[in-house]
């Protein structure tokens, strides 16, 4: 889960926004839509989660796409450079 105040979902966080994509794995059900969303920013995780792949580009409009399609919201933006998992909790 994002932490209090971080953007929600890619078009929370504004297309001015350096931003990269995270998933919440105790929210995604595997439904695979944002690897055919967007490819270059998820990947499988091996669990029947997806993820955000270590090397992907910053966020854009399939980010933002797969952000909007995801089902159980699970798809988040946070700024800074890419990274494996969610953010630390709290
Ligand atoms: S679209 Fe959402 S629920 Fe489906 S695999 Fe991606 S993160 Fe998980």
Redesign the pocket.
Known sequence: MPREGEPRTARAAGPEAAARVF??PA?????????A?APRH?EPGGDN??RARPDAPASDESAED?AA???????GLVAGPPAPGPPPGP
């Open positions: 998933v919440d929210l995604c059900i595997g439904s695979g839509i944002c690897l969303t998820f989660r997806s797969a399609l995801c089902p159980v919201e699970a798809i």
